[in-house]
């Protein structure tokens, strides 16, 4: 199996993870608070459910999604970005919002289908690689899903399909500090990390001074700003410290990494 044909299958297994998840839960459930402030259990839904389907937009009709990015952009000086991504959501009962979710990410899945390697699919920053693209939406149904996790007291076991986001993770380090008008400190840092099956996984030169080593599931909650590094068992050097407290491993504007929770 290709690389891109391996996203593909991962984005639906991870989304399915998150969907036995929430469709076992209680009408209440829905309203428990997450830590994202401000949403709750069904909010972060509907982030996933209006973000997977202008991805389906994105890349069968450019031209409506690029519309549609205009008026979010113009709703963010007026009702706001919450309103206006999920206002309509939040109008719907759970079991309509898991089926309005349910049907995004098929459209997005039969979109998907037709991406190839040298694709560019347009989105709300630069263009982005077929590859990034769907690594992205993994990244945001896992991040998302981790938010749900902790706030329904669920267990979702790790997989190595970590592996993409841990990338994701480690090649936007530059990002992290771009993102804050920073400029990130010369160095190089190596990753090593332990997959969820045991596996070794590295990145960056073996000659370096500076290795960032744990589990992939610390790294990745880190890089998704759902842990403060300190209440994992990640071990750093000083470069990879600097980093991991500005780590953002997705779009948008600066975001604050979350404070160590109180035990």
């Not at 044909?5 to 993870?17: F, K, Y």
């Not at 839960?25 to 389907?53: C, K, M, R």
């Not at 994992?232 to 953002?248: P, S």
Request: negative net charge; hydrophobic residues 45%.
């Amino acid at each position: 199996m290709g690389e891109l044909d391996a996203l593909r299958s991962d984005l639906v297994a991870e989304q399915g993870v998150l969907d036995a998840i929430v469709a076992g839960l209680a009408d209440e459930e829905w309203a428990l608070p997450t830590p994202s402030p401000g949403w709750n259990v069904a909010d972060q839904i509907g982030h996933l459910a209006y973000f997977d389907g202008t991805a389906a937009t994105a890349i069968t009709d450019p031209e409506a999604f690029t519309a549609g990015v205009q008026a979010l952009y113009a709703a963010a000086g007026g009702a706001g970005l919450d309103a206006f991504t999920l206002d309509a959501f939040r109008a719907l009962p759970p079991e309509r919002q898991l089926e309005a979710w349910r049907f995004n990410r098929r459209v997005l899945a039969e979109a998907a289908a037709v991406l190839t390697d040298g694709a560019r699919v347009t989105w709300y920053g630069p263009p982005m690689g077929a590859k990034s693209f769907l690594t992205a939406r993994l990244m945001e149904v896992w991040a998302h899903g981790a938010d749900i996790v902790d706030a329904v007291g669920a267990t979702r076991q790790a997989t190595d399909r970590l592996r993409h986001i841990a990338q994701l993770g480690y090649i936007t380090r530059g990002w992290s500090y771009e993102v804050r008008g920073q400029v990130a400190p010369e160095g190089e840092i190596r990753l090593v990390l332990t997959s969820p099956s045991g596996q070794t996984w590295t990145w960056g030169p073996d000659d370096t001074a500076e290795t960032i080593q744990g589990s992939a599931e610390d790294f990745c909650l880190v890089v998704t700003q759902r842990r403060h590094l300190d209440e994992t068992l990640l071990e750093v050097g000083e470069l990879g410290r600097h980093w991991l407290l500005r780590a953002q491993a997705f779009a948008g504007g600066p975001s604050d990494v979350p404070a160590p929770r109180k035990s």
